[in-house]
């Protein structure tokens, strides 16, 4: 079976500062993974996905993440943090086989951005 | 591009009623996920309709049930409410054909169970 961990339910960090939040993955076959994110009172956007290509990924608002297979690890960081970014963001995992869209979410990570 | 539709955004019950769900995919798309949403237990995985067909389903009671249309439009249905069940109730589409694992999220049916 297929399951994410995020490290931090809460991370809080000053405008313009770095932003790192932790996923670590667990699969038996190479998965693709995601990073959505959740605006109060909204649905689930997608930041970025890893398919299996290049293991640097960049997504949408200066986010990017980094695949590293040996540390089961797919963690999403921003250089500089913007107000608009406090949101709660979810790591995801899916099989790359078969049809079905079937996602596993992490429990979430509140981000929380201060001036 | 319309986004995924639902309806209703909130609704309140109570505890034995049912309730029913709609969800309006992004044109094109042929499949539909649902997932609920709870602080406790986060974000789980309920069932996936491809062409009217359920193609995939979580580990959710009975009561929890699903259909979609020839229109790809799906229906999400709860019987028999309980407290548990009150939770953000999230659609997803996709075009459905080949697993891309990327979805397409509305914003949600927020129902509270009294």
């Known amino acids: 079976a297929q399951s994410v961990t995020q490290l931090g339910s809460h991370v809080s960090v000053s405008e313009g500062a770095l932003v790192l939040l932790r996923c670590n993955y667990s699969?038996?076959?190479?998965?693709?993974l995601f990073w959505y994110v959740q605006y109060p009172n909204q649905g689930l956007q997608l930041l970025l996905k890893?398919?299996?290509?290049?293991?640097l990924v960049k997504g949408i608002n200066g986010f990017e993440a980094e695949f590293k297979k040996s540390e089961t690890s797919f963690h999403l960081t921003k250089p500089s943090a913007h107000m608009s970014d406090a949101a709660e963001y979810f790591c995801a995992v899916s099989p790359n086989t078969g049809t079905a869209s079937k996602l596993t979410f992490g429990t979430g990570t509140r981000l929380q951005v201060t001036l | 591009k319309a986004g995924v539709t639902q309806t209703p955004r909130y609704l309140i019950k109570t505890r034995g009623q049912q309730v029913t769900l709609s969800c309006s995919p992004i044109s094109g798309h042929r499949s539909v996920s649902w997932y609920q949403q709870t602080p406790g237990q986060g974000l789980q995985f309920l069932f996936e309709?491809?062409?009217?067909?359920?193609?995939n389903k979580g580990n959710f009671p009975g009561r929890f049930s699903g259909r979609q249309f020839s229109n790809s439009r799906s229906e999400m249905n709860v019987s028999t409410l309980e407290l548990g069940d009150s939770a953000l109730y999230l659609c997803a589409s996709s075009p459905g054909a080949v697993n891309t694992g990327e979805l397409f999220f509305g914003e949600g049916s927020r129902l509270t169970v009294l």
């Open positions: 309709y491809f062409s009217e067909t359920q193609r």
């Open positions: 699969s038996s076959v190479p998965p693709y």
């Open positions: 890893y398919t299996s290509a290049a293991t």
